[in-house]
């Protein structure tokens, strides 16, 4: 695999200057380890914070969409396989995330892919953060126009330009819009489940005996396919991880309180997404049993609360409270996708052109994808742009699972411990790149068809056999070469401290001259001192960066 080479030396290297390395409580630590000094949250706030990003509203969407599509049972076969697959792949990637305090750009990098064969997954993860901002956006305009008569691209507006000031300063402000608006959504999204269970008990019958539009029965492939609408979900767990990564040092003291919050926030939110799937089910079956022309917005939330609301409040409060639900399911879950979007274009973008312009920068960007995706209607093409996007989530995150299960614990060919650093490792990566590229090229060619029908519903099973074997296949054939460009970072102080957590000790930064902590140091090769990981990134010249091992 050959080296990132060495740029021309008569360059003049561009790090980021003092101004803006203070700036970096602003930024949340973007590209970088989240230092033990800025993590003061408690395990419960975080996890707390961590999951209402999962407020959203298109699990009752997908669930009623499936549903409609397949049938009862079928869709109820399909979200326990989108289930456990989400678990089962995202315990290692949270556990990573919460244990080394890194994002999963970060874990990728050292994963399989290296330190510029992350980008690609990075796009990959930015197109889920705008997709779905656009779909919540769509969500939320529906609710705007129902209930204050706003025209639906003034709702998109609207919908798009509330977030930005939200997002502005990172973790602070959206840990506070997490916690306080939690228990409000509960009470307003539970409400209409209990109250059909209890007051109309026949409605779950009715549920259990759908057959979906085409009067499907249970079958293989139809469960397949609603699986792979809901595994489009499956990136979701690297917006969790933008929050895993300010959890508390793990210690004899906080052990089960931090594993506990570490499996809830982490791969534990698909419990309460699959919940919420196969309530917008029940709520969509509901509706066309029983509502006039209830089929034509079954699968829209915003109706599915208001028709049921109306059962048993006044018309005037189930308005409100249905337009307050969405507002509120709407903006906990944008704010979380913009965060995230702008986290994951801004760390490409430095990258690849060693310039830092800020996460803000990219959370227009982010805004502006998003807003033009909602003003054409992708709401209309849901099941077709989610199938298709599922294929390329899954390979990216079941090719980083299977490297740290396989080829970090079990053939140990992969360094345990995480590395991100520009300098500490090769450029591109065979064993995750290649993995994921051959998983997500195969499997969307299932999926429209292109080995032929009979196996079409097949497609998530490819993508996610082909991300499980190939990585330790590939590791095993290259014996783990490309891991680590070089082992030692040139610095003496422990990485680690005797619990096994990140190292708080400082060291300045001899090109920005701010102090961080030892993770996010390595020395220098021009000089006998220490840089910080972002000025290795942003550094032109490769000045910094030390030699490969001989």
């Not at 310039?355 to 209607?377: C, D, T």
Request: glycine residues 8%; charged residues 15%.
């Amino acid at each position: 695999m050959t080296v990132e080479p060495s740029l021309d030396h008569r360059a003049t290297p561009e790090p980021p200057t003092p101004t803006a390395a203070t700036r970096e409580t602003l930024e949340d630590y973007t590209l970088r380890f989240a230092p033990r000094s800025y993590r003061k949250w408690s395990t419960g706030v975080v996890a707390v914070s961590a999951l209402g990003g999962i407020a959203y509203l298109a699990d009752f969407a997908i669930g009623a969409n499936i549903g409609i599509s397949y049938g009862t049972t079928n869709a109820l076969w399909g979200i326990a396989i989108f289930a456990v697959v989400i678990f089962a792949t995202g315990l290692p990637l949270a556990y990573y995330a919460a244990r080394y305090n890194i994002d999963l750009d970060l874990i990728t990098r050292g994963s399989g892919f290296g330190y510029y064969g992350s980008v690609v997954t990075n796009v990959i993860f930015a197109s889920f953060t705008f997709i779905f901002f656009a779909l919540e956006g769509s969500i939320m305009a529906q609710g705007l126009e129902l209930g204050l008569h706003i025209p639906l691209w003034l709702g998109y507006a609207v919908s798009t330009l509330v977030i930005f000031p939200l997002v502005i300063y990172g973790m602070k402000v959206l840990s506070t819009l997490q916690v306080w608006t939690t228990p409000l959504w509960l009470i307003l999204m539970v409400l209409p489940f209990v109250y059909l269970v209890v007051s109309h008990p026949d409605s779950v019958s009715t549920f259990f005996d759908y057959r979906g539009q085409n009067n499907e029965g249970t079958n293989v492939g139809s469960m397949l396919l609603a699986a792979g609408v809901c595994l489009s979900l499956i990136a979701q767990i690297a917006e969790q991880i933008d929050y895993l990564r300010f959890m508390p040092p793990k210690t004899p003291e906080n052990s089960r309180r931090w594993w506990t919050a570490m499996l809830l926030a982490g791969p534990g939110w698909v419990i309460f997404g699959a919940i919420k799937q196969v309530i917008g089910l029940f709520l969509a079956v509901y509706l066309i049993a029983n509502v006039a022309d209830g089929a034509s917005v079954a699968n829209e939330p915003v109706h599915q609360f208001l028709e049921i609301y109306e059962g048993f409040m006044p018309g005037w409060l189930a308005m409100a409270l249905a337009v307050v639900l969405v507002v509120i399911s709407q903006v906990k879950i944008n704010v979380t996708n913009a965060y995230s979007g702008s986290l994951a274009w801004t760390n490409s973008y430095t990258r690849l052109t060693r310039h830092y312009p800020g996460r803000l920068v990219f959370l227009a960007f982010n805004l502006v994808i998003a807003l033009v995706l909602m003003e054409a209607n992708m709401f209309d093409f849901l099941n077709t742009i989610l199938g298709f996007y599922a294929n390329c989530g899954m390979a990216w995150i079941v090719v980083v699972a299977s490297d740290i299960v396989f080829n970090k614990y079990l053939l140990k060919l992969s360094p345990k411990e995480p590395e991100f650093r520009r300098g500490m490792l090769y450029a591109v990566n065979p064993v995750g790149f290649v993995s994921m590229a051959a998983a997500a090229g195969v499997s969307i060619l299932v999926f429209f068809g292109g080995l032929g029908d009979t196996i079409r519903p097949y497609s998530p099973l490819v993508a996610i056999g082909l991300a499980v074997v190939l990585p330790p296949v590939l590791a095993v054939a290259t014996r783990g070469k490309y891991y680590l460009r070089r082992t030692d970072d040139g610095l003496d102080l422990p990485m680690y401290d005797e619990h096994g957590n990140p190292s708080g000790a400082v060291l300045t930064c001899h090109v920005c001259r701010q102090d961080y902590e030892r993770p996010d140091m390595t020395a220098c090769q021009t000089h006998d001192a220490a840089v910080c990981s972002l000025c290795l990134s942003t550094d032109k010249v490769s000045d910094h960066v030390l030699p490969a091992t001989p």
